[in-house]
């Protein structure tokens, strides 16, 4: 299953690179470090005190057409408070490149998970504006997560508000929908769905469905493959992305996290 999942994946990731076409350009945020999420949609469980996590993620869109090279990071200030960091890098895009906004942003659980009931956070974060023609202006703002575990399935849930520093920007709201579901062992199917009124746009401009698969490399090492498609719009009309997600000094207790899947 794993192999096929994989050759497939790389298939239409070759033909996403061959395809040229224009269209306007959209800005990403906070993603999560696998497998604290789906593929942006973040969970309230955090990394625990002094671990950190790192993923490296590369992302081709096509129409409009453009690469993403996307550095996210978690790392663990307490047991339930995470700092999280993300540096995104375009390039190919109508033949500019340069950083998207850089976020920083404060991730505190104030409530466990329990039998019946779900784990909540909620998440504070800014951004430092990048080059004109990619960047929102810079922002600020935050929202809540909401995880849960049934049986094989973790559901996520996050309602995102930020006010942008562009003052003739709109504010921007986002709804991200994220369901895990452990296939196999070591091997998870991911799906997603994101809902963004953008500050671009006074309605709603954006709405994608991902799917795609998780793959544990190692005790502390995951990869992902999956493939977005926008079906408001059709902007953009495809996008294919691969990530790398490592824990670098917390291979045990990622290793149990991954186990139990949720605290």
Same mark, same amino acid.
């Given at each position: ?108 659980? +104030? ?92 309605? +709603? ?11 544990? +490399? ?46």
């Amino acid at each position: 299953m794993k192999k096929i999942a994989l050759a497939l994946s790389i298939v239409l990731f070759t033909a996403a690179t061959n395809m040229d076409t224009v269209a306007a350009f959209e800005t990403q945020g906070f993603m999560p470090v696998q497998p604290y999420g789906a593929f942006s949609t973040l969970s309230a469980y955090t990394v625990g005190r002094e671990r950190l996590g790192v993923m490296l993620s590369l992302e081709r869109s096509v129409d409009p057409n453009f690469y993403r090279l996307h550095l996210n990071a978690a790392y663990g200030l307490m047991d339930d408070i995470d700092l999280l960091a993300s540096l995104p890098f375009v390039f190919d895009y109508h033949n500019s490149e340069g950083f998207e906004d850089i976020s920083f942003g404060f991730k505190h659980t +104030i409530l466990s998970e329990r039998r019946l009931g779900p784990s909540i956070s909620y998440l504070i974060g800014f951004s430092i504006p990048g080059k004109d023609e990619l960047s929102s202006k810079g922002h600020f703002g935050g929202g809540i997560l909401v995880s849960k575990r049934v049986g094989p399935f973790k559901g996520h849930g996050n309602v995102f508000y930020y006010r942008s520093a562009g003052a003739s920007l709109e504010d921007e709201v986002e709804l991200r929908l994220g369901l895990d579901l452990a296939a196999a062992h070591g091997f998870n199917v991911l799906s997603e769905l994101i809902v963004k009124k953008s500050h671009f746009s006074e309605s +709603i401009d954006f709405i994608e469905g991902r799917i795609g698969y998780r793959v544990k +490399i190692s005790s502390a090492s995951f990869a992902t493959l999956g493939m977005g498609y926008d079906f408001k719009n059709r902007n953009p009309e495809l996008r294919v992305f691969l990530s790398v997600s490592l824990f670098p000094f917390q291979q045990r207790e990622v290793k149990r996290l991954y186990q139990e899947e949720g605290r």
